[in-house]
């Protein structure tokens, strides 16, 4: 519909133009008149430019903020919801963290508990601190046979095993030595 106002309207504004120009060619104006009219006219299309480009210059300059500023809010928003998800990440970890902490540390006190338990149920040569098989008496044991011979001078003014009547010089000094049947 404005297309058919604007057709039909370019006609009459064509006409206009040509009554203008004629009546303007048919008065007899002064060329000082005519001079001022079209000084003033290339005036006021001078002050039209430059209006126009300094409204232009403000609009984009204007326009150029609100973006930077939209563009600051932004990145501040991100921000404030980057520290939150690597707060909440960061809040996460530490909790599996110490879930896992605790469980591993469960285990090897468990671990540790039956070490120890089977530890404590072993005898160990008094001499090396190897595991000890040769028994002694009540709390003497040795790994080996050479272990008792190098502890004897000292363990011989403790030692609780019935000492036997008979038999060498030996014999007497060391106490016989109970040994599994087959030798590891």
């Known amino acids: 519909m404005e297309n058919g106002n604007n057709d039909s309207l ?4 064509e006409q206009i133009e ?11 104006v002064d060329d000082k008149m005519r001079r001022l009219i079209i000084d003033l006219q290339r005036h006021w299309l001078t002050d039209y430019h430059t209006a126009r ?18 563009q600051e809010k932004i990145r501040a928003d991100l921000q404030v919801q980057f520290k939150q998800e690597l707060d909440s990440t960061r809040a996460e ?9 605790e469980a ?3 285990k090897l006190s468990e671990k540790h508990k039956r070490e ?3 530890a404590r149920k072993k005898q160990w040569c008094f001499n090396c601190d190897n595991e000890a098989i040769y028994h002694c008496c009540w709390n003497t044991s040795y ?3 050479e272990c008792q011979q190098g ?3 000292s363990h011989r003014k403790v030692c609780r095993r019935k000492k036997t009547g008979g038999g060498s010089s030996r014999d007497a000094q060391l106490p016989q030595q109970q040994f599994p049947s087959s030798t590891q």
């Open 93 to 101: 970890l530490e909790d599996k963290h110490a879930k896992i902490l």
């Open 104 to 106: 591993e540390s469960a």
């Open 151 to 153: 502890h004897w001078q």
């Open 10 to 13: 370019q006609p009459k504004i």
């Open 143 to 145: 790994c080996s046979v």
């Open 116 to 118: 120890l338990s089977a």
């Open 53 to 70: 480009e300094k409204i232009l210059e403000d609009l984009t300059r204007k326009l150029h903020e609100e973006f930077r500023q939209d």
């Open 18 to 28: 040509q009554v203008t120009d004629q009546a303007i060619e048919n008065l007899y």
